[in-house]
């Protein structure tokens, strides 16, 4: 799935705007407060249904507008397609597909996946161990769209035995919590089983695309689990063993619900020893490699949408982001305030659009340092 386009209508400060997407690299060029970012924000929104930026909708519309609009045109080997979604606030979202209502877009087998750096994401390297193992599961999902039951499956199973535990002391009966071991155990190996599977993939990919981008010193991403459990048996072993504390706290504390993906570099956790440079690029890098891999399983690799990162990185390390991200394929956006800040790459598929400060959208010819 390619995309060709984004149209917006009343979404942040565009009035009426489009902007056409190139096959490769498109670069959105403008000043501080032009629209950058909202433009980047308004293709995550038609794509996804939803804003990387905020979880309150009302936030895209624009100031003293009804109705938030974004189309999104794209095309495959079977023809054009276009998605959309309509915002007015205390109603409910309007998504369509090729003209038909649609309950959730993410919920389409065919629709463009969408992979986003934000400055604020830098979190997800820094940040608690729940934000990483919600990503792997995402990451999970966008590769095998079947598994993302396992998550929900554990997820359900452990609030389950969660309640028993409550109840235990208030005549709760031991052989139910075994029953719901067994079940917590059987959904518990599946998700491990999924997320150790998705990130020995990205283990490979990681390692190439970060020291390519710069990032010194064996970088490396692994899954850590809390459970060492290899059966069923192991694991239900294992909340025998945690069960007194775990009757003590009222709820489960093992199990996958408190596993890691750990980012590294020479060793050390990127999380509490990198700086910030060396985090964004350990970002960056596990962002790249996660399309990679998906690019495999799936018909195209994610529309990867970068904001503001040129300007944090030096010049070597920009040149190699542009690198990887053409020599990989499939499509990219990157903002910058500086047009020189994307370095040219001889016959490359890159293509410029210039953000003004009013509401329309011009593309250019490339000029500078962007062809
Ligand atoms: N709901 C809204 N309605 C109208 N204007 C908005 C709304 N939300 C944000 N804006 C404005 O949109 C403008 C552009 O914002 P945007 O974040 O896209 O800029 P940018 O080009 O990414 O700038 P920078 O280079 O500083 O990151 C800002 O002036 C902002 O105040
Ligand atoms: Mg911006």
């Given at each position: ?5 984004v149209?917006?209508r009343d ?12 096959g ?6 403008g ?70 209502p649609?309950e959730?877009?993410?919920?389409l087998?065919?629709?463009p ?11 997800l390297?820094?940040?608690?161990p ?9 990451y999970?999902?966008?590769l ?10 554990y997820a359900?199973?452990?609030?389950q ?18 029953a ?13 089983e999924?997320?150790a ?12 695309i970060a020291?390519a ?20 048996e ?11 504390s775990?009757?003590e706290r ?7 619900h ?11 956790q990127?999380?509490?020893y ?11 890098a596990l ?9 495999r399983?799936r ?6 949408l ?5 300007s944090?990185l ?5 040149h ?5 991200l ?6 990219a ?9 994307v ?5 490359s ?12 959208l ?8 962007v062809?």
């Amino acid at each position: 799935m390619r995309v060709l386009s984004v149209s917006v209508r009343d979404f942040r400060c565009y009035e009426a705007a489009a902007a056409p997407l190139g096959g490769g690299l498109t670069v959105i060029c403008g000043p501080n407060g032009a629209g950058k970012t909202n433009l980047l924000e308004a293709l995550y929104f038609g794509c996804t249904g939803r804003s990387c930026r905020t979880v309150n909708d009302r936030e895209v519309l624009r100031f003293g507008s009804r109705t938030a609009r974004v189309v999104v045109a794209a095309e495959d080997d079977v023809g054009p397609h276009e998605f959309s979604v309509g915002f007015t606030p205390g109603e409910a979202k309007r998504m369509t597909h090729d003209g038909a209502p649609v309950e959730r877009l993410v919920d389409l087998p065919s629709r463009p996946l969408v992979s986003v750096f934000l400055p604020e994401r830098l979190d997800l390297v820094r940040g608690v161990p729940a934000l990483r193992r919600a990503h792997l599961d995402q990451y999970v999902a966008a590769l095998w769209p079947a598994r993302a039951a396992n998550r929900s499956a554990y997820a359900q199973t452990l609030a389950q035995r969660n309640a028993l535990l409550a109840r235990l002391d208030h005549g709760g009966s031991r052989a139910t919590l075994d029953a719901w071991d067994e079940r917590l155990a059987a959904a518990a190996l599946a998700l491990m089983e999924d997320r150790a599977q998705a990130s020995s993939e990205l283990a490979v990919a990681f390692a190439e695309i970060a020291a390519a981008l710069g990032l010194e010193a064996d970088p490396e991403v692994f899954y850590r689990p809390r459970s060492q459990a290899g059966s069923i048996e192991e694991f239900q072993a294992e909340l025998r063993q945690r069960l007194s504390s775990d009757l003590e706290r009222g709820f489960t504390e093992h199990g996958p619900h408190r596993d890691d993906l750990v980012l590294r570099h020479g060793g050390r956790q990127l999380r509490t020893y990198g700086s910030q440079g060396q985090q964004r690029l350990g970002l960056l890098a596990l962002l790249l490699a996660e399309r990679r891999v998906i690019s495999r399983y799936r018909a195209a690799a994610p529309l990867v949408l970068l904001d503001d990162v040129m300007s944090e990185l030096d010049r070597d390390r920009r040149h190699a982001l542009v690198k990887v991200l053409l020599n990989d394929g499939g499509q990219a956006l990157i903002t910058t305030t500086d047009e020189e800040h994307v370095p040219f790459v001889e016959g490359s598929d890159i293509a410029l659009v210039a953000v003004g400060e009013g509401s329309v959208l011009i593309p250019q010819a490339p000029a500078g340092g962007v062809r």
